[in-house]
């Protein structure tokens, strides 16, 4: 497949552009400093979705049969890029006829407000009593505007007729890839606390191949 990926430096990207290339994949990175990357099998787009250059997404995607975003705020200075990025990108895969995108948000956004879902549900329906009562309160508490940034990203998507899917993992690591991992449809997985970024992308790729996750929330921990 001619896949593009967002934030190829990143956690998650720098995972899935490495499984998508040793798959075999076309892969296009889209990435805002190009100086960190030194692969040679990959085509580099420079785009830097905090102030997206349309004509640069728009090569960067175009063509493509998927998108993939490992797009976050890594500080609270940088909230608002999920949602503001994942915007342009919609926009300019509208403008090159293309449908497939499947981005990482977080664990607790189902319970987080967003413009689309001001009254969203107080529990996620997979928490158990420990991430309904301590974690989930304490990390929304500490990284509230980049959770209110996820959201709205995911409103963004759900807005955008495109054949989405969305991957909510809770604590994230870098422990290496195993593709064993649970998931859940529109749900967190009780007692699912942590997954390796490694695994995140695994699953990302692999819902690639799987008409049945097109406009679908998908929970996955180890």
Do not use: C
Not at 53 to 78: F, N, T
Not at 169 to 181: A, H, S, W
Request: aromatic share 4%; hydrophobic share 45%.
């Amino acid at each position: 497949m001619k896949l593009t990926i967002f934030a190829a430096t990143g956690g998650v990207g720098r995972q899935l552009l490495e499984q998508a290339v040793a798959a075999g994949h076309d892969v296009t990175a889209a990435v805002r400093n190009p100086n960190k990357l030194s692969r040679q099998e990959v085509r580099i787009v420079t785009a830097d979705l905090a102030a997206a250059d349309p004509a640069a997404l728009e090569s960067a995607i175009g063509g493509a049969d998927a998108v993939l975003s490992g797009l976050g705020a890594r500080s609270v200075s940088e909230a608002g890029v999920a949602s503001h990025g994942t915007r342009a990108m919609v926009k300019a895969m509208k403008a090159t006829d293309v449908r497939r995108i499947v981005v990482v948000s977080a664990a607790p956004i189902g319970t987080v407000p967003s413009p689309g879902r001001p009254k969203p549900p107080k529990h996620d329906p997979g928490d158990g009593f420990f991430m309904r009562n301590l974690f989930s309160p304490l990390t929304k508490a500490a990284l509230r505007q980049h959770y209110a940034d996820l959201s709205a990203m995911e409103d963004v998507l759900w807005n955008s007729g495109l054949d989405w899917t969305v991957v909510r993992p809770p604590r994230l690591t870098d422990k290496p890839l195993t593709g064993t991992y649970r998931t859940a449809y529109g749900q967190n997985l009780r007692r699912g606390f942590v997954i390796s970024r490694a695994d995140v992308a695994h699953l990302m790729l692999r819902v690639l191949e799987q008409p049945q996750t097109i406009q679908q929330v998908i929970g996955i921990a180890n």
